[in-house]
C-alpha cells in the first residue's frame, strides 16, 4: 500500500482500520426497529411507511458520515464522497433495506449499513480515497430489483403498474420515496460510470455457516430461466382401466421430476434444476390424470450449462414419453434472468483482503438474485457473502452473528481501498 498524496493517514495505518462491531450492530437493530406489522414481525416491504421510515433513519446515517445525501429518480438513496484525483470514477457499494413481506432484518440490510459503517471509518480516520464515493441504498429490490434495474437502464416501463403487497404500483412507490417517474431517464447511468461497485450480503444458501467459513467470494450470480411443461395422456376410468392400458400423464411426469432431478446432479457443476409446481387435471380421485401442467427452472452460471442441461432433459422425456404413451411440450417462459460474473479482479481483491485480515473464505455463486447482478450491466462488479444461520433469507428467522457481519463489513472496507489504491 502507498501513502496518499493527499490523505492525513498513511497505507500502512490504512491497513490496520477495522469498522465498529458494536455500531454495525447498533445501527442493525434500530433499522429493524422501523417497518413492523401488528404483530410486531417485521414487514418493510417497499413503499411502505416502514420503508420510508427506514430509509430516513439511513439518510440521517449518511448525513453523520459526512456523506451528501440525495434520492435519484428512482428513489435510490445515494450519498456521495468526493475523492481526491480529479476525473477518476466512483467506486460503488451498498445493497438495500426493502424486504419480502415477512422477511427478515439481515438480507439488504447488512450490506447497506455495512457500507455506511464503513463511510463512518474512512470519516473518523480522515481517510481520503482518491476516486469519489457512492453508497448506495436501492430501492425496491425486494420487488424486482428496481432501483438498481432503473439505474442500469434496465427498467422495463410496463413494470411500474406492478402492484407490490403495500397496494402501491412501482410507479405510485416511486414517487412515494421521493423519486419521479417522470424523469426516470436522469436515473439512468450510462455503462463505464462507475470505476467498480461492491455489494456485500448474507448468503442464502447455507454453506459458509455448514462450513464453517467466515466470507464467500461469489464468482457470479446465476442465470435462470423458466418453463412451462404439459404433459398430455388419456384421462379415463380409474376403477376399469387396466393397469397396462393407461396413459397416465400424472405418472410421467412423476418420472420425469425424478429425472430432472438426476440429470442435474449427474454433470459436473453447481448447476440447479427444480420442478416446484404441477397440476393434475380433471384432479379426482376416480380419474387417471390426463393432463399434468408443471414448472421447470434451471439455474446456473454459464447459459451453455443451461443449455446443456435442458438437452439432457428433453431426452429424458422422450424416453418417458415413448413407454407411457404420453407427449410433452415444452413452453420458455420470458421470465429470464441472464447470469451476471463478478469482475475476476475484484474477486482476487476480495480474497486478498479476506487473507490479509486472517479470515476463512471460498469461491462460490450465488443463486439468488441482487442490485449487483444489474450492476453487473453497467460496472466492474464484486460481491461478498457473510454466513447465514441455516443458509435462513426470507423469514424472521434469518440471522447473522455481529461478528460474522463485523468480518464481512472489514473485508468490505479493505476491498473498497485496495481498488482505490490500485484502480484508476
Ligand atoms: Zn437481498
Redesign the pocket.
Known sequence: MGVFCCGLITGHAQEALRVNQDRLQGTLETLATYGKDASGQPNRVAFSDGDIQGRAYVAGLMKQAGLQVRTDAAGNLIGTRPGTVAGLKPLGLG??IDMVPHGGNY??CVGSLAAIEVARVLQENQVQTRHPLEFIIFSN?EGGVMGSRAMAGALKPEALQVVNSTGYSMGQGIQRLGGDTTRLQEAIRPKGSFAAFLEL?IEQGGILDREGEDIGVVEGIVGLRWWDVTVKGMANHAGTTPMGLRQDALLAAARFIQAVNEEAKGMDGKQVATVGRIAAYPGAPNVIPGEVVLSLEIRDLSDAVIDALYERILERASAITQDSGTTFAFEALDTTGKPALTDPRIQQTIQEAADALGLSRRNMQSGAG?DAQDMALIAPVGMIFVPSNGGISHSPEEYTSREDMAHGADVLLHTLLLLDQSWD
Open positions: 445493497s438495500h438480507d439488504g429490490e450480503h441482487h
